[in-house]
């Protein structure tokens, strides 16, 4: 089939869900443009900032846009691009975005609580803690990986097969999409303070932002530096430091605004030569149900997908910063439907971008999804007339911002999810240790040197556990949505085919994994460092998850209908 075609088709259905579907849950769950949100009624300038709704927008959509769209329909695309397809289009309309919706709206209408103050309001204190631990764990994974993902698209070195050091054809290339990294913090902050002090709004405000796109991008082409993966790894984990303790609007916000109008380039980019090339869909339409790499179809298909169709990750984006940021109530539909339709387009296109690039005989081409899908799409703005040094560069850093969008907002909500496991009522009151933990720089640090360790995991290896670990997350999230919308007088019974298939999947997922990795150290072949803490991971997670279901289940059917008004 053409690419093009699947591309038209998964636009148009998208875009249906939102107008139709989308409004349909606004009419049922109720939206009052009237009322005063968190964002005003708790200004504190810090977390609890009134943001115009197209800002909160880019916000979500970069911070969610991370490296799960791209990696995870191509990697699935084993299974063949028919069933990727279907899974991206319907998860992404009946479970992520009605997920990522709900999370947003029920932090709205509860003073911009996160996800894990909210269950223990709707599901109670032990269920509060538990998910906090889990939430915790997950973003170790997230930023782990993440930040693996980044330093390697940044490293400048290669190993030859002789195990020689050497620098690589991509050094120069790598090196400056790093620094148009490092360029892009300096230049967010620069936007951030013109906005704030200059009161930027509409057209100046996109003016202002793509000056400083740009700038970023021009000289950090001029200025490529060369490193090697620990190099960037350590910069990388600096960044993100920075990015979770500064207030919202000063480095994170403008950020994501600035990252939002490159991927909107690219996004344009992709379909522009998908439109003028419509290269055909060389990848398989199904190529069974099992496949000797990853496994079965179910539950490997969906939890390889991940952020391009459902993810729990995303909930905590929607309530942990977004929710905090939104003016109006009228704004959460875009913010938090609208970011998810338009991720599950960027896994589409993704998708279309690996079946071009494959062979004739739907072999995949070589290299990981990141490398295939910048590649690809470089290629596409080249037939344009751009140099293929600028668009190699451009893209090199479209799919690194990826990553970074998402782990700076990650390192972010882990930071505050530490806080929160040990933070009471009367901070003022409590005991010293309490207020060292909850210190925003004392929990930051521990958040980031927990992940770096998983870092020595590798990216490949902390992958499966952050799909099954990411899914039962969302299902977590839909079980107190389930909770908040009954006894609000809300209708739910959207939410119950979703929660029902993610438990389902994750579970299965989780056991099989765990089973896995116990077969590799019978078999001698495992390590510690390696599957030992994958493995410890997977547990932790599987109990934790258990254990917040079944509490969840238990106050679900103890709560009484419209019991909160």
Known sequence: MNTLVI????????????????????????????????????????????TDGWTVFSHQFSSIAGA???????????FGWLPVLLWVLIGGIFFGAVTDFGALYASVKNDGKSMGLLIEKYIG??????????????????????????????????????????LSDAAKTNGAAGTISLLFIAFAMIFGLLHKHLHLTGWKETVVGLICTVAALAIGMTMP???????????????IFFAAVLPMWLLKQPRDAMTTYMFIGMIAGAVVGLLVAHPAMNLPVFTGFHNDQLGDL???????????????????????TSSKTVSNEKDMLKVGYGAMVLESLLAVIALCVAGAAASANGTPADGTPFQVFSSGVAGFFEMFGIPVYVAQCFMTMCVSALALTSLDAVARIGRMSFQELFSVDDMEH?????????????????????????????????????GSANQLLSALVLVTLCVFLKVTGRSNKM???????????????????????????????????????QLIIAILLMILGVIIVVNSLRAYFASKKNSEI
Request: proline letters at 4%; glycine letters at 8%.
């Open 125 to 166: 204190k032990l269920g509060r803690k538990l998910f906090l631990i889990f939430c915790w764990l997950f973003t170790l994974i997230v930023i782990a990986a993440f930040a693996d993902m980044v330093a390697g698209t940044f490293n400048a070195y290669t190993v030859d097969a002789n195990g020689v050091i050497a």
């Open 68 to 78: 799960g769209p791209v990696t995870g329909a191509i990697q699935a695309a084993v």
């Open 298 to 320: 179910f539950p490997i298909l969906f939890v390889t997908v991940a952020c391009g169709a459902v993810s729990g990750f995303h909930s905590l984006v929607s309530s942990g």
């Open 225 to 239: 530096i060369t490193l090697g993966k620990d190099g960037w790894t350590y910069i990388t984990f600096v960044y």
């Open 7 to 50: 591309v038209l088709i998964a636009a148009v259905l998208l875009t249906a869900a939102y107008v139709f579907y989308g409004r349909w849950l606004s009419k049922k769950w109720g939206i009052d443009p009237k009322a005063e949100t968190p964002a005003h009624k708790f200004e504190d300038g810090q977390d609890y900032v009134p």
């Open 430 to 466: 409590a005991e010293g240790w309490r207020k060292i933990l909850c210190n925003t720089y004392f929990s930051t640090i521990i958040t980031l040197a927990a992940a770096f360790v998983l870092t020595k995991i590798g990216y490949a290896n902390i992958w499966p556990l952050f």
């Open 495 to 533: 939410l119950f085919p979703p929660l029902i298939i993610m438990l389902c999947v994750t579970g299965t997922a989780l056991v099989e994994r765990t089973i896995s990795l116990v077969q590799a150290f019978s078999a001698g072949s495992a390590t510690f460092l390696v599957e030992g803490l």
